[in-house]
């Protein structure tokens, strides 16, 4: 099943996130667009605003299937090998998915103070749609490269 899912490609944190998942799941199941990318947002019909309440993840093949902030994340993770057990015991332990909920949301509101802010977005390697492929990569015909060797993070 292929997934989208939008980030804040402004964020480090969002970013490094994107860039781990990049790596575990090689564009197997998963395409990337930032929330900055206001044609992909339009397409999907998510007003700007929404993205703000975190992450969101939609199922491409169902796209009424849609997970936002920490139940996004905890969907990307039951969809990595072994994901479904180590998330059964984060769902069961008592107390724990309260206290991620709630670590989310302090992370998701302070993101940019804690983590710092990009001056650009990143880029994903495996791009969800036109405007997110780096637009030289495609006029030399090659995948669209990670705009982490292209900007540098601010902090």
Known sequence: MPYMVIYDGLCNLCATGVQLLEQLDRGRQFCYAPMQDASTLAQWGIPPEQVELGMILIDLEQPERRWQGSAAIEQ????????EVWLALYRNFPGLKVLGDRGYEQIRDHRYEWFGRRNTPYLSVYPACVSCRDPL???????????????????
Request: overall charge neutral; hydrophobic content about 50%; glycine content about 12%.
């Open 76 to 83: 990307i993770a039951a969809l990595l090998p072994s994901g």
């Open 137 to 155: 990569a495609e006029a030399e015909g090659k995948a669209a490269a990670p705009a982490a060797g292209k900007a540098e993070a601010s902090r």
